[in-house]
């Protein structure tokens, strides 16, 4: 697993090619994540089952509900199948561009 830091952000990319361990590492870790936005990089993976992408739904529900971002980037995935609660995007740049969206939102009151 390799974290990055980016101000108010923290990128997360699976180094081990096992998306079950890698949730496993995430879950364990969590308190090191918490107060940040996270986004994880899944983009190493030629294809994401959507089963594969739904075991991060219940993180993604538990720290969006702490009013941070969870922002998840996979590139070949059919993105009508994710529901609505979860953010899935192809590439780094628009997971960026979502955090800076979501963060507005949350200054207005949304």
Known sequence: ?????????????????DIASFLEKITSNYNSFKDHNIV????QYATITLQEGLSFLSLSN??????????????DFDF???????MIVPTLLEAHDVIEMEEIERDLGF
């Open 1 to 17: 697993m390799k974290v990055e830091e980016k101000g108010h952000t923290i990128n997360i990319k699976d180094t081990q090619g």
């Open 40 to 43: 994880l990089d899944l983009t």
């Open 80 to 86: 009508n199948d994710a529901p609505e609660e979860m």
């Open 62 to 75: 538990k720290h969006r509900e702490a009013k941070k971002s969870f922002v998840i980037v996979i590139n």
